[in-house]
């Protein structure tokens, strides 16, 4: 017997998950046994599912049999006091399956390998291995595949892989962390070349799709310096010192911090997701700031890296700035329009003609203030 990781459950967007999370007899629909400790400290059946509260912690200390359990976690979304009491379907959102269990954290020495290019030569009739490193032995934590003869995932390296000893079938990553870790696809400094890979890591893989992948990758930190454009539909969730460079765009649906944020330029940005908050500081090229698709922006002093010249007609709609401190753009060939927004704080823009403000309130400039 073991206990189940009783430590704060996030969901795919890594917040916490306020639902239940079900344990089935693996690969099926079938609920399986769960077990926790009476006040006698006596092990005894527990129901399943098993409920969390707002902070995403499970309402009691779960055990588990020695085996592999398919865990399924749900959202939820309706008002009762008490979400036990609420069957409607409607107020359950699927949120991710992955697997846990024993054998996931102690195999045999047989089904330890090192190295993504290992996989393809492991023994599927092992049904689980552990992977340790991916271009070199220390690059990357272990991690756990199940093999699944009946899938035809296409191979990317990363959350699917293929076997030479067969032609169907793939190996599948058991991935219970919120996030993708950029490793986890041999991504980080000096690293790039699988980088597309990992943001187009499909949602579901598995038969039947049963395998639910997070929403957020996790990047490693360290200098990226890339060279083209990259593009997800996933959050970045960054470590300090993350830097992309200059030179391309990244578009993403929203940036997250893990740490301290940067005091310096981390990139240029696009934003697809419904609502954006994010600091200046983070983009190298103010002006693309002004059209990332970010509508909240939080305006600090500009750093001496930052683009303050361009030729452009930009028009911002609909967007909040909030004052940290100033920016002044010194080129004059460039026109902006604020249509729509609001400034709260310190104005930030030195006066100029080649500012425009639509549907906007006569208090509501942007300007520095002069006395």
Same mark, same amino acid.
Not at 284 to 294: E, K, R, V
């Given at each position: 017997m073991f206990a189940f990781d009783k430590d704060q459950r996030l969901d795919v967007n890594g917040k916490p998950l306020y639902g239940r999370i079900s344990f089935y007899q693996k690969d099926t629909n079938q609920l399986d046994e769960i077990f926790v400790y009476d006040e006698n400290d006596q092990l005894v059946l527990c129901e399943n599912p098993v409920y969390t509260d707002i902070n995403g912690f499970l309402e009691y200390d779960v055990i588990l049999d020695d085996k592999i359990y398919s865990v399924h976690q749900e959202k939820y979304l309706g008002d009762y006091s008490d979400p036990k009491t609420d069957t409607r379907p409607q107020m359950w959102q699927d949120d991710r399956t992955y697997y846990t269990g024993i054998e996931l954290s102690n195999g045999n020495h047989d089904s330890i390998i090192y190295g993504y290019e290992s996989i393809a030569d492991a023994d599927t009739s092992l049904g689980t291995i552990t992977v340790v490193g991916y271009h070199t032995n220390d690059d990357c934590g272990a991690r756990t595949y199940v093999w699944d003869e009946n899938s035809n995932d296409v191979i990317d390296n990363g959350q699917v892989f293929g076997s030479r000893l067969q032609s169907g079938g793939r190996w599948l990553l058991v991935n219970s962390l919120p996030y993708i870790p950029s490793e986890y696809y041999g991504v980080y400094e000096g690293h790039l070349e699988n980088m597309s890979a990992l943001f187009g890591a499909s949602y579901e893989y598995g038969t039947d799709n049963r395998i639910i992948s997070p929403r957020v990758i996790k990047m490693k930190r360290g200098n990226y310096n890339i060279q083209t454009n990259y593009s997800t539909s996933r959050t970045l969730l960054l470590e300090d010192q993350v830097d992309f460079g200059s030179a391309h765009t990244i578009t993403c649906k929203n940036i997250q911090f893990a740490g301290a944020r940067n005091t310096k330029p981390i990139g240029n940005f696009h934003f697809i997701g419904g609502y954006v908050e994010v +600091? $200046?500081? =983070? /983009?190298? +090229?103010? /002006?693309?700031?002004?059209? $990332?698709?970010?509508?909240? =922006?939080?305006?600090?002093?500009?750093l001496v890296t930052q683009t303050n010249a361009k030729t452009a007609n930009i028009t911002c709609s609909n967007m909040t700035f909030i004052g940290h401190g100033q920016i002044e753009y010194t080129n004059h060939a460039y026109h902006i329009t604020f249509d729509g927004c609001h400034f709260i704080g310190d104005h930030f823009l030195s006066p100029g003609y080649t500012f425009y403000q639509r549907n906007m309130v006569i208090s509501d400039k942007p300007f520095f203030r002069f006395f």
């Open positions: +600091d $200046s500081l =983070i /983009f190298y +090229d103010l /002006f693309q700031m002004l059209t $990332s698709g970010a509508k909240t =922006i939080h305006v600090y002093n500009k």
